[in-house]
């Protein structure tokens, strides 16, 4: 099958965009409607320039045989997926953690013998969110409290991870974060700040795909997941599986979040969506 257009730029066959778009699916759960043709053809054709391929159809056969092909995989869902994240994102939800959530967490925590307080960011792209989410708790004194923080970042990207490592920020991706955690926690190079020891030590990262029951399997005994903003790249089946996975690794009364354009109606029961200081947020029962 020839594919190439007149001005020889690869063209892609929607026999080829199906085949592509499966394996897609199979690896981390994005789907890709018959509309988003056009916009899988324009992001992939980056990799065939730097894969020196002509076709989609050599770059179908090099991520189904290739040695490397796990590897170019994750340049795919980089080229597909935004990680776009900041600190201190969406407010609102911030604050039903922090003044609805926490709080009645630590009540439990108090009749209890466990006295981590565990946090899932999951899909945590560069590490914005974790490090929020522990710069909030750290703030609120836990530790005094004898409860200590437990906050586990993760997602499917290996380039998002290493950034979550270094931890070292553009001002811009701080431009909601309060002066007081500024000056508290991130030690300020100049143009960009990075993270303090007090908070990264409180925060483990972990390569881990949502849709895959082994690797989310590692998580147990979650008080609170925030799983925003990924959910938007699955259909049904997938944000199915996933919720279904988050709710396995929470504990029984545990919390979880999701984008705030994101909401599991229609995919689980297994929720009680409650309404905490304008947010819905949804509790295991
Ligand atoms: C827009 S970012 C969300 C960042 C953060 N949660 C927030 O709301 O600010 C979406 C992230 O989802 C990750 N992702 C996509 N598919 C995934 C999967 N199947 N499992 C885990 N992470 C995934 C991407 O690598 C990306 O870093």
Redesign the pocket.
């Known amino acids: 099958m020839l594919t190439l257009g007149l001005n020889s730029k690869p063209k892609l066959s929607y026999e080829t965009f199906c085949l592509l778009r499966d394996i897609i699916y199979a690896k981390?759960?994005?789907f890709f409607a018959d509309t988003k043709k056009y916009l899988l053809e324009t992001r992939l054709v980056r990799r065939l320039e730097e894969k020196n391929l002509k076709t989609f159809e050599d770059y179908y056969y090099f991520l189904t045989y290739d040695s490397s092909r796990d590897k170019e995989m994750f340049h795919v869902?980089?080229c597909i997926?935004?990680?776009?994240?900041?600190f201190f994102?969406d407010h609102v939800q911030l604050d039903a953690f922090r003044k609805g959530v926490v709080p009645k967490i630590l009540e439990e925590k108090a009749k209890s013998i466990g006295k981590t307080f565990k946090v899932w960011?999951?899909?945590?792209?560069t590490g914005?969110?974790p490090y929020t989410l522990a710069m909030m708790l750290l703030e609120d004194g836990l530790q005094a409290k004898g409860i200590s923080i437990d906050i586990v970042g993760?997602?499917?990207?290996d380039n998002?991870l290493r950034a979550c490592e270094a931890a070292t920020y553009e001002k811009y991706s701080l431009r909601n974060t309060p002066e007081q955690y500024l000056r508290k926690y991130f030690i300020n190079n100049g143009d960009t700040y990075t993270i303090n020891k007090k908070v990264k030590e409180v925060v483990k990262y972990r390569k881990?795909?949502?849709?895959d029951s082994l690797e989310t399997r590692q998580i147990k005994g979650v008080d609170v997941v925030?799983?925003?903003?990924?959910l938007i790249?699955f259909d049904d089946a997938s944000k199915k599986k996933?919720v279904t996975h988050l709710y396995d690794s929470l504990n029984k009364g545990g919390y979880l979040f999701v984008?705030f354009s994101e909401t599991l109606h229609n995919i689980t029961r297994l929720f009680r969506p409650v309404s905490i200081e304008k947010s819905v947020v949804y509790q295991k029962v």
């Open positions: 981390c759960g994005i869902i980089n997926v935004t990680n776009e994240t900041s994102r960011s999951a899909a945590s792209s914005e969110e993760s997602d499917i990207s998002v881990i795909n949502l849709v925030f799983c925003r903003n990924v790249y996933a984008g």
